[in-house]
């Protein structure tokens, strides 16, 4: 037994008696999915989308758009099988009994008289007790989708609730999109278009008058309009690619030689790292007495610059170079100090740090920071370092690791000075200015040992500066 499948004005609301076709948006013989447009329909306040309930075929229309004003529940159009005769649509066009609703759907009898449209069978319907009043169909629909009755308004005679009013109340709620009241132009009654047309072209602002319509005798439609409507920009102007090109700045004598020792350093050298957290409060809090005392400017590098020195000098074993298989250990610390530079990274030296009082130091090193900042460096400057700080602190860098300058043996990185919470002697809780200290070590010449031997050192003459000046 085939199925066939009344498709009729639909009554949105109360005060709704009639409608039109406004536009169709498939033609016989079409087969459409649910959820697919079927038409557009116009009532006297409103232009709605009328959407497919099940997958079907379209056998027969009924009603041309732009026609007749057709009452509710007037036949527009049969729905169902592909495979169902002619003669059979017609006998149940011929046998169709107007009721007030939308669509409905019904069982085509094995006589030559279909049967009057039935609700359709639910696959799990969920039976309804109400007294409230209420179309067959539309308890069907409720039953088989579970629907909620006492949150639907009916809209039929008497607050019936029809089978249109069940449907709007399962269909998801659109979020709607407000954009203000559109102006509506003077309609001009010698452009033939339809109503949603006209509404369409008025609020994206399209001419009526610059279209050629494409519907029944030329009519304008919704898609005509829509057409004609600028596709719309996706976050402002387009992106537009431009060229890549890049400034080739070869090696110079300075840069050459950082890559080279890097390279060397990297791929050579078995690197392990120590790291140590060490207050600074006292440093910090000396340092302000000894520059007012002294009359320089020592900045804190400086300070961790000289008590670098002076702890290679204690431990020679860390002061060192690495040539070929000879350790070559220094009385004196020379100290590299990472600068950045226009040329880029340059470590000029400072040399035997460990004999120079904090002004002697604070000078050799500004005296250098200025020169590779003004790219004037020598070779001299930047060969024969026995040891190298790389401060990025300033930079706000907690800690890192720094890469061994060859042939030298270690590298001390510092990171920023941050508050921390400590635990105190008696078991509380205070707080204390920390910088995080890495020593980056080429094992084959300086043990594990060696290095934390010589970070306690540095940690001690840091915690307690006063060293520093004896």
Request: aromatic share 4%; charged share 20%.
């Amino acid at each position: 037994m085939s199925k066939l499948r009344p498709f009729c004005m639909p009554k949105w609301g109360i005060e709704m008696t009639e409608g039109t076709i406004a536009e169709w948006m498939v033609g016989e013989g079409d087969r459409v999915k649910r959820g697919d447009t079927l038409c557009l329909i116009e009532t006297a306040k409103i232009t709605n989308e009328v959407e497919a309930e099940n997958d079907c075929v379209i056998l027969r229309v009924l009603a041309p758009a732009g026609q007749d004003v057709l009452p509710v529940g007037a036949l527009l159009a049969v729905f169902g099988d592909d495979d169902v005769p002619a003669a059979e649509v017609d006998a149940f066009i011929a046998a169709f009994v107007p009721a007030e609703g939308g669509v409905g759907e019904a069982p085509v009898a094995s006589g030559d008289k279909p049967a009057k449209p039935a609700a359709a069978p639910a696959a799990a319907p969920k039976k309804i007790a109400t007294n409230r009043p209420i179309s067959p169909e539309a308890l069907a629909l409720a039953e088989r989708e579970g629907a909620d009755l006492d949150a639907i308004e009916g809209s039929g005679r008497g607050g019936r609730i029809t089978y249109q009013d069940v449907y709007q109340h399962l269909r998801p709620q659109a979020a709607p999109v407000l954009r203000g009241a559109a102006e509506l132009a003077p309609e001009d009654l010698r452009i033939f278009a339809s109503p949603l047309a006209r509404r369409l072209a008025a609020l994206h602002g399209v001419d009526l008058s610059g279209l050629t319509g494409t519907g029944p005798r030329g009519r304008i439609s919704k898609h005509d309009v829509l057409a004609a409507v600028p596709a719309p920009a996706s976050g402002g102007a387009a992106f537009v690619a431009v060229a890549n090109t890049p400034r080739i700045a070869p090696f110079d004598k300075v840069r050459g030689v950082i890559a080279q020792r890097l390279t060397a350093a990297k791929r050579d050298i078995p690197h392990f790292y120590l790291r140590v957290a060490v207050d600074v409060d006292a440093l910090l809090a000396l340092r302000k007495t000894a520059n007012l005392v002294l009359g320089i400017k020592a900045s804190i590098n400086d300070y961790l610059v000289l008590a670098a020195g002076k702890a290679l000098a204690r431990h020679p074993d860390v002061n060192v170079q690495l040539h070929g298989d000879a350790v070559h250990h220094f009385p004196h610390a020379d100290i590299a100090v990472a600068v950045a530079s226009p040329k880029g990274l340059v470590t000029p030296i400072v040399r035997q740090v460990d004999r120079m009082t904090l002004p002697q130091l604070a000078a050799a090193t500004a005296a250098q920071i200025d020169k590779a900042k003004a790219g004037r460096l020598s070779w001299e400057d930047l060969d024969g370092g026995t040891f190298t700080i790389s401060n990025l602190g300033m930079f706000g860098i907690d800690d890192f690791d720094a890469v061994i300058n060859p042939p030298q043996g270690a590298i001390l990185a510092v990171g920023r000075a941050r508050r921390e919470a400590v635990e105190t002697a008696d078991g509380g809780i205070d707080f204390a200015t920390r910088i995080s200290l890495t020593l980056s070590v080429d094992h084959r010449a300086i043990d594990g040992a060696a290095g934390a031997q010589f970070l306690a050192t540095l940690k001690g003459l840091i915690e307690d500066p006063e060293q520093l000046f004896g």
